[in-house]
């Protein structure tokens, strides 16, 4: 079976899967473009089709400056499409999406209030009384693992440490969407299994609709019931569509073994290699 026909095949199954369930996420022939100097135009994203199931992980992955993030931003409501149509459980997203959390690469905890208030500020504006708010951010901070921690400040947390109250702080609101922007990305490799066990262990318990970009292929396929390749800009497009067909629940650091990972870790990189080296070169361009 050639490259091609891979990512066709792969395709399908992912479309065929997709139509069965309600979508957290549409975006249909999405075009995103930014202005530069001299009054020029940057075509960032051309044309894009992609379809998030209700329950479904989804992983985004390509080279760098490809758009990913870009198409996180345009599903939070952060970003408006030149062209084409967002729909978000079925409706056009207007303004922001009040359905999705975001987490960001960057934690954004607020240095001055400890963890139990940065995790309890979620759903204080939203209009929930402070002490109901204080017991539900108590809860979800002995769901990550840091019950005992509630009195600290950000400073005095680990990289791994913050990120988990990170994921507190946007769990709390029980958002129906979750967009993951390398959350895990600063992290150390052994610091970024632990957090990847207790991602699904966390997203095991209801399945939100997760968009989860991410440079680490092995991090995709580990974690996504899916996996989506876009192509190096400008104007990237998505390339492949490959559905992880790896039983869960899954092991982070085992699943590496699993020789069906060793298998779609090599037909997507197969798809991928290229448009990475199309970046590097493209990027050693504009340096010179």
Same mark, same amino acid.
């Given at each position: 079976?050639?490259?091609?026909?891979?990512?066709?095949? &792969?395709?399908?199954?992912?479309?065929?899967?997709?139509?069965?369930?309600? !979508?957290?996420?549409?975006?249909?022939?999405?075009?995103?473009? &930014?202005?530069?100097?001299?009054?020029?135009?940057?075509?960032?994203?051309? @044309?894009?089709?992609?379809?998030? /199931?209700?329950?479904? &992980?989804?992983?985004?992955?390509?080279?760098?400056?490809?758009?990913?993030?870009?198409?996180?931003?345009? /599903?939070?409501?952060?970003?408006?499409?030149?062209?084409?149509?967002?729909?978000?459980?079925?409706?056009?997203?207007?303004?922001?999406?009040?359905?999705?959390? +975001?987490?960001?690469?960057?934690?954004?905890?607020? =240095?001055?209030? %400890?963890?139990?208030?940065?995790?309890?500020?979620?759903?204080?504006?939203?209009?929930? !009384?402070?002490?109901?708010?204080?017991?539900?951010?108590?809860?979800?901070?002995?769901?990550?693992?840091?019950?005992?921690?509630? @009195?600290? +400040?950000?400073?005095?947390?680990?990289?791994?440490?913050?990120?988990?109250?990170? #994921?507190?702080?946007?769990?709390?609101?029980?958002?129906?969407?979750?967009?993951?922007?390398? =959350?895990?990305?600063?992290?150390?490799?052994? %610091?970024?299994? $632990?957090?990847?066990?207790?991602? #699904?262990?966390?997203?095991?318990?209801?399945?939100?609709?997760?968009?989860?970009?991410?440079?680490?292929?092995?991090?995709? $396929?580990?974690? /996504?019931?899916?996996?989506? $390749?876009?192509?190096?800009?400008?104007?990237?497009?998505?390339?492949?569509?490959?559905?992880?067909?790896?039983?869960? =629940?899954?092991?982070?650091?085992?699943?590496?073994?699993?020789?069906? &990972?060793?298998?779609?870790?090599?037909?997507?990189?197969?798809?991928?290699?290229?448009?990475?080296? %199309?970046? +590097?070169?493209? %990027?050693?361009?504009?340096?010179?």
């Amino acid at each position: 079976m050639t490259g091609s026909e891979e990512l066709k095949n &792969f395709g399908s199954q992912a479309e065929t899967a997709g139509t069965a369930v309600r !979508r957290a996420v549409r975006l249909d022939k999405v075009s995103i473009s &930014f202005g530069i100097a001299g009054g020029k135009r940057f075509d960032a994203v051309a @044309d894009t089709d992609l379809d998030v /199931a209700d329950d479904e &992980f989804l992983a985004i992955v390509g080279p760098t400056g490809c758009g990913k993030s870009t198409l996180l931003n345009v /599903a939070a409501g952060l970003l408006e499409p030149a062209s084409g149509t967002v729909e978000i459980f079925g409706r056009p997203l207007k303004g922001l999406n009040r359905e999705a959390g +975001y987490l960001f690469q960057q934690d954004s905890l607020m =240095p001055w209030k %400890t963890v139990l208030e940065n995790v309890a500020i979620g759903l204080e504006v939203s209009g929930v !009384r402070a002490d109901e708010a204080r017991v539900s951010a108590q809860q979800w901070l002995d769901r990550v693992g840091l019950g005992g921690f509630g @009195d600290r +400040y950000p400073r005095m947390l680990s990289g791994g440490q913050r990120k988990r109250v990170g #994921l507190a702080q946007v769990l709390i609101r029980n958002p129906k969407l979750l967009l993951m922007d390398e =959350p895990f990305g600063p992290l150390d490799a052994q %610091t970024r299994l $632990i957090m990847g066990d207790l991602l #699904l262990k966390l997203w095991s318990e209801d399945k939100k609709a997760v968009m989860f970009v991410t440079h680490d292929l092995d991090e995709a $396929i580990a974690l /996504a019931d899916r996996i989506v $390749i876009m192509s190096a800009g400008p104007r990237s497009e998505i390339i492949g569509d490959f559905r992880v067909s790896i039983p869960r =629940p899954r092991d982070i650091a085992e699943i590496r073994h699993d020789p069906a &990972f060793t298998e779609l870790h090599r037909s997507i990189w197969h798809a991928l290699r290229q448009e990475v080296m %199309t970046a +590097y070169q493209q %990027t050693n361009v504009v340096a010179q």
